[in-house]
């Protein structure tokens, strides 16, 4: 195990019936004290992944090390490690005070103890005041918070969340985002986050591990994900973006390569490091964000004719969806100030955009998410 590193996947695999692999050779290392997560859609393989570490299922395969020791075969109260789960698990007939204290008397600690790491847990999830109540007497988000706390109270070093705000609405699960966050800035404690949500995970995350058929498909910074995605699944995954099709044409000194739109025009772009050979079929991925519309396009130096389909008023921007002929479409993202007249559906209009804005992709690498 690498230095500073705290849990490590060693060619773990995972089937339940001897025939679907649900975890293919899984290699990946947790970091002392980082907040990783896992993302990726239904039946990736994240979940599957958590509960692996958290003891609740069994490697076919491969090793689970923390800090250096194997751990597949210990029962999960032993792991030391603190879970919450999507439906908090909390229990219904003890109050806030005695659902965490639970777990400190299974590890046998006297009162006195019990009663400080319990209030010092209330405290720090902001629930002073409630000790006496019965999950049912709580909102959704206190009832999260409680779970937060009972999974910190005994102080363990790795912290497992799967989809813990789920339940909870855009308003409420955007301030818990904030607020487990804080936690773990406070606290330094490991944080291993299972989601689907990719706005979740961009904002929470040091690093965020994509799954893609029970395989790690790219594990970096979210600014790395967003801005180098190693292939096209990530690119489409991770945030909007344009996928559009053609043929690669040459490649010049700088790593730039020329590009045959299937519409016809011609644009040059990064290559991605998974690109392989020119004169074969690419996609080209570039951020909403990256194009502009109108005069200003004239002084991008990749330019696509196309008519507008359809606009969606958002309050601080404007999203157009644009035809750009051969059945392709692409979505541009502007703020409002940036019109001085809105364009409307019909509106023939030439798209911009920077060499450096896209990134090419090989197709042999070209495996898209869902919706693509």
């Known amino acids: 195990m690498e230095t500073g590193q705290i849990i490590e996947f060693v060619g773990v695999q995972k089937t339940y019936d001897g025939r679907t692999v649900v975890i293919e050779n899984l290699n990946l290392s947790v970091r002392q004290g980082e907040f990783l997560t896992l993302l990726g859609g239904s039946g990736s393989g994240k979940t599957t992944t958590l509960m692996m570490l958290a003891g609740f299922e069994t490697p076919t395969r491969g090793h689970i090390l923390v800090k250096g020791k194997p751990i597949e075969h210990l029962p999960p109260h032993r792991r030391g490690i603190g879970v919450v789960f999507q439906n908090y698990a909390l229990f219904p007939n003890m109050t806030v005070a005695q659902n965490l204290a639970y777990p400190l008397r299974m590890r046998k600690m006297n009162k006195r103890e019990i009663q400080v790491k319990v209030d010092k847990a209330i405290e720090m999830v902001r629930l002073e005041g409630m000790q006496n109540r019965r999950p049912s007497e709580l909102s959704g988000g206190q009832q999260q918070r409680v779970a937060l706390a009972r999974a910190l109270v005994f102080e363990p070093s790795l912290v497992l969340m799967d989809e813990p705000l789920g339940a909870l609405d855009k308003t409420l699960r955007e301030h818990m985002q904030y607020e ?193």
């Open 180 to 372: 487990i966050k804080q936690i773990h800035r406070d606290l330094g404690v490991t944080m291993v986050y299972v989601t689907h949500d990719q706005t979740e995970a961009l904002a929470m995350s040091d690093r965020i591990a994509i799954f893609e058929r029970g395989s790690v498909t790219q594990i970096a910074s979210p600014q790395e994900l967003y801005e180098q995605p190693a292939n096209v699944f990530v690119a489409g995954f991770i945030g909007e973006n344009n996928i559009i099709s053609g043929h690669s044409e040459g490649v010049d000194e700088r790593g730039y390569g020329t590009i045959r739109l299937d519409c016809g025009q011609t644009v040059r772009t990064h290559l991605s490091s998974s690109f392989t050979d020119t004169g074969k079929p690419v996609k080209i991925a570039v951020r909403p964000e990256h194009l502009v519309i109108g005069t200003a396009a004239q002084s991008r130096s990749n330019q696509c004719k196309g008519t507008i389909l359809d606009t969606t008023y958002l309050g601080d921007h404007l999203r157009a969806l644009v035809d750009i002929g051969c059945g392709q479409t692409m979505v541009v993202r502007k703020p409002l100030l940036d019109f001085t007249t809105r364009p409307v559906a019909g509106d023939a209009i030439l798209i911009g955009w920077n060499d450096s804005d896209g990134r090419a992709f090989s197709q042999v690498s070209a495996q898209l998410p869902p919706g693509f």
